[in-house]
């Protein structure tokens, strides 16, 4: 089972990006697929979660209104599409395979999840 997180990069405040969380190994489909983000100095921070087929799809507060969670099952894809990016923005991006077909209630805790990406890095000037 691997995860690969890409698509960071440098982008203007205001900006937007789309990140892209491609496994191999398994079928993303089947389970549930989130993000989280660690500025330096920072605890790890849950994003966004995408149950399996979609079943249910939840949002942390720093994502909710900005942060969209949507799959390409074709590409085995998990894509973090990420609007009026901030400086606050500014972190590596981690994407993380849930053990579970859905998003739990502890779907913000980064010891919930079996396997993690290798991060990839967002800047956004101001």
């Known amino acids: 089972v691997q995860l690969q997180a890409s698509g960071g990069g440098l982008v203007q405040a205001g900006g937007s990006l789309r990140l892209s969380c491609t496994g191999s190994?398994?079928?993303?489909?089947?389970?549930?697929i989130a993000w989280f983000r660690q500025a330096p100095g920072k605890e790890r921070e849950g994003l966004g979660c995408?149950?399996?087929?979609?079943?249910?799809?939840k949002y942390g507060d720093s994502a909710k209104g900005r942060f969209v969670i949507s799959r390409d099952n074709a590409k085995n894809t998990v894509f973090l599409q990420m609007n009026s990016l901030e400086p606050g923005d500014t972190a590596t991006y981690y994407c993380?395979?849930?053990?579970?077909?859905?998003?739990?209630?502890?779907?913000?805790?980064?010891?919930?999840?079996?396997?993690w990406g290798q991060g990839t890095l967002v800047t956004v000037s101001s």
């Open positions: 993380a395979k849930d053990y579970d077909y859905y998003c739990g209630s502890n779907w913000y805790v980064k010891n919930a999840y079996e396997s």
């Open positions: 190994g398994f079928r993303s489909v089947d389970y549930g």
């Open positions: 995408i149950g399996m087929r979609d079943i249910n799809i």
